[in-house]
């Protein structure tokens, strides 16, 4: 409206305002602007809804459609196609009332997008339509006549989705009983629209030039133009007859313009083919408009027949033939000698150039309509026609395509029947035309068949089906002159066809190809009903009548026809080829007789040529006589030759007469024995004429013949194919099936089995060919044929199966490893059996074939490695194996045989799994195996089904006597484990546990045996088939195959730490679920689980607890009613104990209550040998410390403690009494049993009292305690070792244990527990006691640590070394430190520690290195302790070195003796990564040998921290440099980044790093405990993660250079990691470290702001005032932190940029917390008020990394500077001068 500054009109006194005007505007003419923009068919602007409008016309319209409306007005496509989405979307949420609000103004929008020049849009607006239509439904009427024509254009839209998207909203809007109505009542309008944009519209015109570009103009015009004559077709196919009549005045001002008609030239191929679709519906339906613009019609359509572009061809030629039919005098108008046949030559000259498939079906019909004057003269015009079809089919591009030259054929063989029927006349011409068809139309056109196979299919079949149809006319008498002429022509074609033939195989050039196409040829015309199947069935319907039978169409009802209709005269009747029956095809001699001489005189041509070309006129001849096989072609064969002399097929005398007369056995003896003899040709083809001489024989010359052939040299070979062939064509297998029966064959097939089985078993060499055909000419004889029947005799079948039986399982018992040498021959023999198996019903009643089905069986339900077979081979095996068992299981019907199938596979199973020795794999297949059979057996409910099983159970289940012997060939070596988990008490020498350790790889047989019977029962039980109990097995009960899976679960859970095999099984089952299914189908399994462990104890007590523990919360479970009182434990044995032992937790109080004071009552009254008997002390104190153990109640308190306590006086006084029992004063070389197992229950006993009632004892019961395990220490301190037995290991774990619970308790002593206890206990403890115990403990765990030698470790010397290692880790910091062990010093080590600090590190740090993890973490747990107390010597160094002036750069190494262990681990790490990249997680094997490496290396690197994060900042600056100039920090960030998990956090836990609540690897800070098996394989990810967070927190500065020095990947993966899970807690940490920091800083004050992770930092001095604001950056600390000016007073600009660049380099360069920096940066600032100068080269007092002060003064300007500035400075620019005046520094 112009600037603002811009003199205003005069008279002007309201600055512009649209809205104003547009009141006004309303005002003065009485309209609503409801909308603003152009109109809706000139590239308006849509309309919108004013939001300055009225408001009642506002309100109409929601708001949100008010918004998408006026986001579709805008002209990019994207904003247009979101707004139509969004508006779809509203239309379905909002109500109807809401939605019709934006009809009014929805009429303008949809005819102006609509026809977008976006295809995504005008389908969007599609959508959108059919959204609103199911809203709005019957209020859309009123709009419908503004929208309707660019509905119509929508649906034909060249976009494909566009267009159905309208289609489809318009069937939403109208069934299709009302459509014409609706575009009936909106014709006009529609009309309007379609006549604008054909005949008025422009590019120009459609769209602003000014907007759009040129390219989418023109775009858009031929998009509209082409969718608006389809239009104007689909409104006339929709309007009904009348309504069309109405609009053919408007329709004639349409064609009457020129305009109109030049569109059938537009360069626009969419364009013209429109065109002509519209010109057809004129056509079908106002025929007259069309007669009436004829002159304009028929030039601008018959003309256009060359148009070749594919997308306007269909609708030229459509619209040909439909002019044709409309316009009868159309050829008055176009001038077809020079305009349209010369047009048409070319196109078919080309072969209709790709699109044969378009126009040479319309050829016919098209010349149907073509006058007399104008294919006059005929001779020159079908001469010209069929000669440019022949060239085209020729053509390469026809050649190419089977569906073009197989058009153009169906359209010349069309044409030529057609005119030959319409020229069947006498006269000449007539007779002529008919020659010239034959001879140089069809006969060439079959030539080129032969010498091309791509055309034969084609040709061939139309020309059989032509002869068919003139046989069928020369045998219709009804029309005679027809008939006549039909029986002339006849002849000619066949006599023209066999000199055609004949010359094709005499050519000099003649080739296989040929004589297949000539062969092919004449076995169609032979069989011609194959011609009828091989034609394809046209899609376009012409129909050919008689002109008496013309249909009148009434050109006036409105409907087009489906078929196109034509004349043809004197054209039969609608004829149906396929009713010609085979019988009269056969029979017709007018082909048959000309056909036969054919065959013949070809035949007899091959025997001439044979000598020359034996091989493809041989296989021409086979084809010949196989086809044609009748005694007249053999007497023509024999032609010339002398009688052959038949005898040598001759049995008795009075048949020679017969076979000698017959020529094709005189051919067989003469020819066809010698071309076998000779090799001469492909078998195949000879026995096929083997075949056709048998046709013309006898039943008993056939067999003479066979049996002869049979006896030949290739007499194999020859059966092989003659058997072949008879199983494919039930008509040969017919023609020598008495044969086949026959003993000769019969015999033969069993010596050949026994040959090749033989074969097979000796040279296992591959087979050779004829072998191959061997086996399968035994698969012939084993399948099944006709009427359900072997082919040869039953009895040979049941010998053959025999011998492959016995092939498998004789020879094979011997040796497995021989399958893997016969494996091609087992390949054949499996076939064999797969055939035979699923033949013939029944054919597994022979127990041959049973005996088959068992080896096989065999064979499969062992491993691989056992029987050396291929994958291949297997499935062959176990495909055989599975179809004879569903054979056998449906033919019995309850039959079992007694030695059978079922029974025998049954038995071998029960052996296998009892006495052979099978893997884990191995036990995999054979329990798949048994799966699968049970699975068959379990299908359907069959009654056979249930005796099987049966038969299965029984005989694979073991009796007691066999149970009893699989349990004692268990290994006992678990039980030193479970004595060493005090799960079980002895007092008696238990199994060696020398080396001589349980692991082969081989499961025992009773877990074989349990898990096979479980998986049966279990099976059967899914399948819901219940069997008595006696059913099973007369003995065994289901429950006691329960027990046994238990008890097998049971050792193996105890087993599996010593034989890795044994861990494999124990998972695998648990996989299965089978405890919990055990449990539902056996309920009585407790009672007798229960017993067991009272007659047995040892494992079946720890059975019976497990099994308790799991059931407990079982209703049905009572365990009272199993034992009923407690008096049925006593008089204790060894058995009652160890079920007291693992049930005590599961009995009522009361019963343990009886239980105790029976004990304890029995404990007061043993004396001598009593005290260490089951029955008396031992096992009495035993039964007190299981109750001790379990009688804590959930508030802590000890029941009956009185009584516990005067356990504790009754054992004090047995040592005054009976002290022989305590091992005191022994060596414990070799300890008695029963010594040792009463002293392992005393200090069992002694750890408990500590543990639940140390405040309760007194001051002599603490004097015995302490005083007993200082004499147990010493009396085992010099004998304890690995190969100690149980017992002695016991002993001393307990002893141990026993030292790590006192060293606890009084490390750990409270106050208020401190006065409970006796005085001076924790004196007398830490400074008696103490220094006696570590002083023997510590030497004795490295003694026995030292005795490692690498081997695998039994876990019961693991549990020796967890325990010292528990003990000893527990040493005292003073007692570590002034340890007693042999001086260690390494050669050439630089150290500043005390000398026993020095032998301490190398004593320990090595322990890292062992590959024993209770070594590792008690070295770890030691050195943990003394890491804070080294850094101290360092500084005193530091200090001193100080003091005596000398303050060059230090570079201080960590302790040399940890770095020694992280250098050495190093190297391994380097070799076990060096091709993992950085950040790709590792997954590490727990107790491996790269585990106890890693574990190693990241434990000493956690020391190190320790060791870094306890010196103080001016070690830390001389430390850090150290690390990262050696790599060390280099490599320890790069491996750690190959152990930390991708996602470390912990499971149940959501992924989101923004949960602020996440709990991840990082955020969980755990101890590193000995024991801690079950986390084993994540304590590698969670050391790695604990180790990175830590150098993260104490090196933040070294790691943030490394991170910036590494290349982009490592650099973008570390910061993205990082970022994601360390930052947030790191920042919150050092936010909450200086909230919750004591430090107090004068004249500075320090405030947190958590939220914005920033620190506020305000110092002042005096009328000095600085406000310093640190930020943290996201990915802290790799990030730098930022130093931001706040508020500042009386300071320089230059001194306050030094100081904001001296923080800076505090917080980012020194490797400390921000308090640390702050501290740093205040002194340096403090130092600078106090008069100390700066250093002139880094301008500041404090050095920014090693914080000492500048001290080397220049003799010259007297100016300091730090050392380690100027050492840079000298190094950096090569010169010796002072930095200030340049002058030489001395």
């Not at 505007?25 to 939001?51: C, M, Q, R, S, W």
């Not at 918004?67 to 247009?80: E, G, H, I, P």
């Not at 002429?485 to 010359?503: T, V």
């Not at 069959?942 to 349990?967: A, G």
Request: charged share 20%; net charge neutral; glycine share 4%.
């Amino acid at each position: 409206m112009g600037g603002k500054n811009k003199q205003r009109t005069k008279g002007n006194v309201r600055p512009s305002s649209s809205g104003k005007a547009a009141e006004l505007l309303a005002k003065d003419k009485g309209t609503v602007p409801g909308f603003v923009g152009f109109g809706a068919t000139h590239n308006e602007l849509a309309y919108v809804p004013a939001i300055q409008g009225l408001e009642e016309v506002d309100s109409l319209v929601d708001a949100d459609f008010r918004m998408v409306l006026r986001k579709m007005s805008k002209r990019d496509a994207t904003t247009k196609l979101k707004a139509l989405q969004e508006f779809a979307t509203m239309c379905k949420e909002k109500d109807a009332e809401s939605v019709k609000g934006v009809l009014p103004y929805w009429s303008r929008i949809y005819c102006k997008i609509s026809l977008d020049h976006d295809r995504r849009v005008r389908e969007a607006i599609q959508q959108a339509f059919e959204s609103l239509i199911l809203q709005v439904k019957r209020n859309l009427a009123p709009y419908l006549k503004s929208i309707m024509g660019h509905w119509l254009i929508a649906q034909c839209d060249t976009y494909g989705p566009a267009a159905s998207a309208a289609k489809m909203a318009f069937q939403v809007a109208f069934p299709p009983n009302k459509q014409s109505e609706a575009v009936a009542f909106c014709k006009e309008e529609i009309t309007t629209i379609l006549d604008d944009n054909i005949m008025k519209e422009t590019p120009e015109t459609l769209s602003d030039p000014q907007c759009v570009p040129e390219e989418e103009r023109e775009g858009k015009y031929l998009r509209v133009v082409t969718s608006s004559f389809l239009a104007m077709k689909k409104l006339l196919d929709l309007l009904p007859e009348n309504e069309r009549m109405v609009l053919k005045d408007r329709l004639i001002k349409v064609l009457s313009q020129s305009k109109f008609w030049k569109y059938c030239k537009h360069k626009n191929p969419q364009i013209r083919s429109a065109f002509f679709e519209l010109i057809i519906a004129f056509c079908q339906h106002l025929p007259e408009l069309m007669k009436s613009e004829a002159a304009k019609v028929c030039p601008a359509v018959l003309l256009s027949i060359d148009d070749m572009d594919p997308v306007v061809c269909p609708s030229v030629w459509a619209a040909a033939l439909y002019v044709l039919s409309c316009i009868e005098d159309c050829w008055a108008h176009v001038n077809a000698n020079k305009g349209v046949l010369p047009k048409l030559w070319i196109v078919l000259k080309d072969g209709g150039q790709g699109l044969a498939s378009v126009i040479y079906p319309s050829l016919l019909p098209f010349f149907s309509k073509l006058p007399e004057e104008i294919i006059a003269p005929k001779m020159e015009f079908f001469t010209i026609f069929f000669s440019t079809c022949a060239k085209g089919l020729l053509s390469e591009r026809a050649l190419m395509s089977c569906s073009e030259s197989s058009a153009i054929v169906a359209a010349i063989m069309e044409c030529l029947r057609f005119t030959l029927h319409q020229n069947l006349g006498m006269n000449e011409d007539q007779q002529k035309l008919q020659e010239m068809l034959i001879n140089n139309q069809l006969l060439p056109l079959v030539h080129s068949a032969l010498k091309n196979p791509k055309l034969q299919n084609s040709t061939f079949s139309h020309l059989a089906d032509t002869l068919l149809s003139w046989e069928r006319r020369a045998d219709n008498l009804e029309i005679k002159e027809c008939a006549d002429a039909y029986r002339r022509l006849l002849p000619y074609f066949w006599d023209g066809l066999s000199q055609l033939c004949i010359s094709q195989v005499e050519s000099a050039e003649v080739d296989k190809n040929l004589l297949e196409g000539v062969s092919s040829l004449l076995v169609l015309l032979k069989n011609p009903e194959r011609a009828q199947k091989t034609i394809v069935k046209k899609k376009g319907k012409i129909r050919f009548f008689d002109e008496e039978g013309t249909m009148n169409v009434d050109r006036n009802n409105g409907n087009h026809l489906a078929e196109l209709t034509f004349d043809a005269k004197k054209m039969p009747k609608s004829e149906n080829l396929g009713d010609i029956s085979r019988c009269a095809q056969h029979s017709n001699p007018a082909r048959t007789v000309p056909l036969e001489n054919l065959v013949c005189q070809l035949a007899k041509l091959c025997i001439a040529h044979i000598k020359k070309h034996s091989e493809i006129y041989l296989a021409f001849l086979a084809t010949l006589v196989s086809s044609f096989p009748s005694r007249n072609l053999f007497t023509v064969l024999q032609e010339g030759d002398n009688e052959g002399n038949a005898e040598i097929f001759l049995e008795e005398k009075n048949e020679v007469e017969t076979m000698a007369s017959n020529p094709a056995v005189q051919f067989l003896n003469q020819k066809l024995l010698t071309w076998m003899k000779e090799d001469k040709a492909d078998f195949s083809c000879l026995i096929d004429m083997l075949y056709s001489i048998l046709h013309c024989c006898q039943n008993n010359e056939k067999m003479i013949i066979l049996n002869h052939i049979s006896q030949m040299e290739q007499g194999w070979l020859i059966l092989f194919y003659v058997i072949q062939k008879a199983c494919v064509d039930p008509i040969k297998y017919v023609a020598i099936s008495d044969w086949l029966k026959g003993d000769v064959l019969g015999e033969k097939l069993v010596l050949l089995a026994d040959e090749l089985c033989t074969m097979a078993m000796t040279t296992g060499s591959l087979p050779r060919k004829h072998d191959s055909n061997n086996w399968m000419l035994l698969g012939f004889a084993l399948s099944k044929h006709t009427n359900n029947e072997f082919m040869i005799a039953e009895m040979y079948i049941e010998r053959i199966i025999d011998r492959l039986h016995r092939a498998l399982s004789k020879d094979l018992s011997e040796d497995l490893t021989k399958t893997g040498v016969m494996e091609p021959s087992l390949s054949f023999i499996c076939d064999l059996a797969s055939n035979f198996f699923c033949s013939i019903k029944g054919c597994l009643q022979m127990s041959s074939a049973e005996d088959l089905l068992f080896t096989i069986f065999q064979l499969c339900a062992q491993s691989q490695e056992k029987t050396h077979l291929s994958d291949t081979a297997l499935d062959k095996l176990k495909n055989a194996w599975l179809l004879g068992l569903t054979s056998l299981i449906n033919q019995q019907e309850g039959h079992l045989r007694k030695y059978g199938f079922f029974h025998s596979s049954a038995t071998w199973l029960k052996n296998q799994v009892q006495t052979s020795a099978l893997d884990v794999k191995s036990l995999q297949v054979l329990l798949s195996c048994v799966h699968t059979l049970l699975e068959k057996l379990l299908e359907g409910t069959r009654p056979q089904s249930l005796s099987h099983l049966k038969v299965l159970v029984q005989c694979m289940t073991p009796d007691n006597s066999e149970w009893e012997n699989l349990r004692q060939k268990l290994t006992l070596q678990w039980l030193s484990k479970v004595l060493l988990k005090e799960q079980i008490s002895l007092n008696r020498d238990v199994v060696s546990t020398g080396s001589n350790i349980y692991s082969p790889d081989k499961i025992p047989n009773h877990l074989c045996a349990t898990t096979l019977l479980c998986h049966v029962l279990l099976q059967i039980q899914e399948a819901n088939i219940s069997f008595e109990q006696k059913e099973i097995h007369p003995v065994t009960s289901i429950s006691q195959i329960a027990a046994e899976m238990f008890y097998a679960l049971q050792w193996c859970e105890e087993m599996k730490d010593f034989c890795p095999t044994i861990s494999i099984y124990h998972e695998l089952l648990l996989h299965f679920d089978i405890i919990q299914q055990l449990k539902k189908a056996c309920s009585a399994t407790w009672e007798i689980l229960f017993s067991r462990s009272l007659e047995k104890g040892l494992l079946w007590a720890l059975t019976t607890s497990e099994y308790i523990a799991e059931t407990k919360l079982d209703s049905s479970y009572n365990l009272k009613q199993l034992y009923g009182t407690v008096e049925r434990f006593f008089p204790l044995t060894e058995a009652s104990l160890h079920t007291i032992q693992n049930i005590i937790p599961s009995l009522l109080q009361e019963d343990k209550d009886l239980l105790l004071f029976q004990c304890i009552a029995k404990l007061s009254t043993s004396e001598g040998s009593e005290i260490t008997s089951i029955d008396g002390g031992f096992g009495s104190l035993a039964v007190i410390n299981s109750y001790l153990k379990e009688g804590v109640t959930e508030g802590g308190h000890v029941l009956h403690d009185q009584l516990f306590l005067d356990t504790l006086n009754i054992i004090m006084g047995w040592r005054n009494h009976e002290e022989e029992i305590f091992l005191f004063d022994s060596t414990l070389k070799n300890p008695q049993p029963h010594l040792l197992g009463i002293n392992v229950e005393i200090l069992r006993f002694l750890r408990l009292l500590i543990k639940y009632l140390p405040t309760l004892l007194t001051n002599e019961q603490w004097d015995f305690i302490m005083c007993s395990i200082m004499m147990w220490l010493e009396a085992f301190s010099n004998t304890a070792s690995f190969d100690s037995k149980a017992l002695m290991l016991h002993f001393v774990s307990q002893c141990c244990g026993m030292l790590s619970d006192l060293s606890y308790m009084f490390q750990t002593l409270t106050p208020e527990m401190s006065k409970t206890l006796p005085a001076n206990l924790q004196n007398e403890w830490n400074n008696f006691f103490v220094e006696g115990v570590y002083s023997q403990l510590l030497p004795l765990f490295l003694k026995i640590a030292a005795e490692y030698k690498g081997i695998i470790l039994r876990p019961t010397s693991v549990h020796l070394l967890t325990a010292l290692g528990e003990a000893s880790a527990l040493i005292p910091l003073k007692q570590l430190m002034n340890h007693n062990l042999p001086a260690k010093f390494v050669a050439g080590q630089k150290s500043n520690l005390s000398d026993k600090l020095q032998s301490a590190m190398n004593t320990l740090a090595p322990l890292l290195l062992s590959r024993v993890r209770p070594v590792q973490i008690t070295a770890y747990h030691m050195l943990y302790k003394l890491m804070p107390e080294l850094p101290a010597f360092d500084n005193e160094h530091l200090k001193s070195d100080d003091d005596n002036g000398n303050d060059e750069e230090h570079g201080l190494s960590p302790p040399a003796a940890l770095m020694s262990v992280i250098s050495a681990q190093e190297k391994v790490l380097e070799n076990m990564f060096s091709n993992i990249p950085v950040g790709e997680y590792t997954d590490i094997e727990p107790l491996s040998e790269a585990y106890y490496c890693i574990l190693g290396y990241l434990l000493g690197w956690k020391l190190l921290l320790i060791f870094f994060k306890a010196s103080p900042s001016e070690l830390r600056a001389i430390y850090a440099p150290y690390l990262r100039d050696s790599k060390c920090l280099h490599k320890l960030l790069q491996n750690l980044f190959r152990l930390m998990p991708e996602n470390p956090t912990l499971p149940g836990q959501c992924t989101d790093s923004a949960n602020k609540g996440q709990r991840t690897l990082f955020t969980e800070k755990r101890t590193i405990f000995l024991q801690e098996i079950k986390a084993l394989h994540t304590e590698i990810p969670r050391l790695a993660c604990v180790v990175y967070y830590s150098v993260l927190e104490d090196l933040p500065a070294t790691v943030r250079l490394w991170w910036n020095n590494q290349d982009k990947r490592v650099s973008s993966t570390v910061d993205k990691y990082t970022s994601k899970y360390v930052s947030n807690i790191l920042s919150s940490q050092e936010i909450a470290a200086v909230q919750t920091s004591t430090q107090i800083f004068k004249s500075m004050v320090v405030k947190a702001r958590p939220v914005a992770r920033e620190v506020l930092a305000i110092y002042s001095v005096d009328d000095i005032f600085i406000e310093l604001v640190i930020q943290l950056p996201t990915n802290y600390p790799l990030g730098s932190i930022t130093v931001e000016s706040g508020k500042r007073v009386g300071v320089a600009v230059q001194q306050w940029r030094n100081w904001m660049l001296q923080l800076n380099t505090f917080l980012n360069l020194q490797n400390g917390s921000i308090m640390e920096g702050l501290a740093l940066w205040k002194t340096n600032v403090d130092k600078r008020f106090e008069g100390i100068e700066e250093c002139m080269i880094c301008f500041s007092v404090i050095h920014g990394s090693n914080y000492s002060l500048p001290r080397k003064a220049c003799r010259t300007c007297k100016k300091k500077f730090h050392s380690a500035c100027l050492y840079r400075w000298f190094t950096s620019s090569n010169k010796s001068t002072c930095p200030l005046c340049r002058e030489t520094f001395f």
